[in-house]
């Protein structure tokens, strides 16, 4: 009876060392993942979500709410500036995002060329110049005078979870997923 119930404890003391361990351990790695996201994310705040980095969730959650208005067949950006970005639908997006290059901020033709999305390379993807301020410097992508934070038509004010999924998005690849 007695050998019965050490058998329990002992089985039961090792469940609790296990728990502390694996606490431990998962609170390790969320160290270590933290390190390496804001190493990524140079000048972002927060972290990114794993699980939100993806196209899917970009485009319903920024696209297609904050910037379809003007990036449209018929919107303003394309009508009047010629800008080849198509939010209408997903998979136009992709495309556009993907291919587009800029053609100049606009009226003066000083950030050309330079890609909007450079897939693994956020630092040089115009997208996220035009997006987040501490991404755009005065010569951004190496481009003389480039400021496409400022030069964009509307400023634009994302959450940190927004700017963290857009940043993920493209150093992982800009997968269409
Ligand atoms: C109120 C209208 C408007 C909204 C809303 C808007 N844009 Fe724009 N966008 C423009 C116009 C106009 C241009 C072209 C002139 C310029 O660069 O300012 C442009 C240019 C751009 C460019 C540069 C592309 C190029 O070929 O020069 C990017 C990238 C861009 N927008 C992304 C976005 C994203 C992403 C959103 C949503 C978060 C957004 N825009 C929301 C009007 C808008």
Known sequence: ????????????????????????????????????SEENLVGVEGEPLTGISTFSWIYARILSTACVECHNPSGMATVNYHVQLNFADRSAAYTTL??????????????????????????ISYLLGTLIQSYSSGNFGGVDNCTPYAGHYSTIHLSNEQKS?????????????
């Open 1 to 36: 009876m007695t050998r019965t119930l050490h058998k329990v404890l002992d089985r039961f003391a090792l469940g609790l060392v296990s728990a502390a361990a694996l606490l431990v351990l998962t609170n390790c790695s969320k160290e270590v993942s933290r390190e390496v």
């Open 98 to 123: 993907l291919v587009s290059t800029v053609n100049g901020v606009t009226s003066t033709g000083t950030c050309a060329p330079l890609r909007v999305v450079v897939p693994g390379s956020p630092k």
């Open 165 to 177: 999924a857009l940043v993920g998005w493209i150093q992982s690849g800009a997968l269409d997923n």
